[in-house]
């Protein structure tokens, strides 16, 4: 086992003898064992956003045009735009920029 596959992974120490050892992944069988202690644990992965980003994320639905400038940073972050960009831009650049296309194909 490399370090590069424990970095992040688990390590447990005996409390009887001090042994210390490391593994990529969880062992069921060494926490049930009341002498092992689990000293690391990967981090938890990231909760996935909520409110009007998340909501736009999982369907990307492009708001119109007559949707207040917060749908359309919303939707520009969904889109993979830094929200700090999205904020800066106004409406009308955020319009242009991730609107869709006219459907006439003129715009």
Same mark, same amino acid.
């Given at each position: 086992? %490399?370090?590069?596959?424990?970095?992040?992974?688990?390590?447990?120490?005996?409390?009887?003898?001090?042994?210390?050892?490391?593994?990529?992944?969880? %062992?069921?069988?060494?926490?049930?064992?009341?002498?092992? +202690?689990? +000293?690391?644990?990967?981090?938890?992965?990231?909760?996935?956003?909520?409110?009007?980003?998340?909501?736009?994320?999982?369907?990307?639905?492009?708001?119109?045009?007559?949707?207040?400038?917060?749908?359309?940073?919303?939707?520009?972050?969904?889109?993979?735009?830094?929200? %700090?960009?999205?904020?800066?831009? %106004?409406?009308?650049?955020?319009?242009?920029?991730?609107?869709?296309?006219?459907?006439?194909?003129?715009?």
């Amino acid at each position: 086992m %490399s370090a590069a596959e424990v970095a992040g992974g688990y390590v447990y120490r005996n409390t009887r003898t001090g042994q210390t050892i490391e593994r990529a992944e969880r %062992s069921i069988r060494l926490d049930n064992l009341d002498v092992w +202690l689990c +000293l690391q644990a990967p981090a938890p992965a990231p909760e996935p956003p909520v409110g009007p980003a998340a909501e736009l994320a999982a369907g990307l639905a492009c708001p119109s045009e007559h949707e207040n400038k917060a749908a359309w940073v919303a939707y520009a972050v969904a889109c993979g735009m830094d929200e %700090s960009n999205a904020r800066a831009l %106004s409406k009308a650049a955020l319009i242009e920029e991730f609107g869709e296309e006219d459907p006439d194909g003129q715009d």
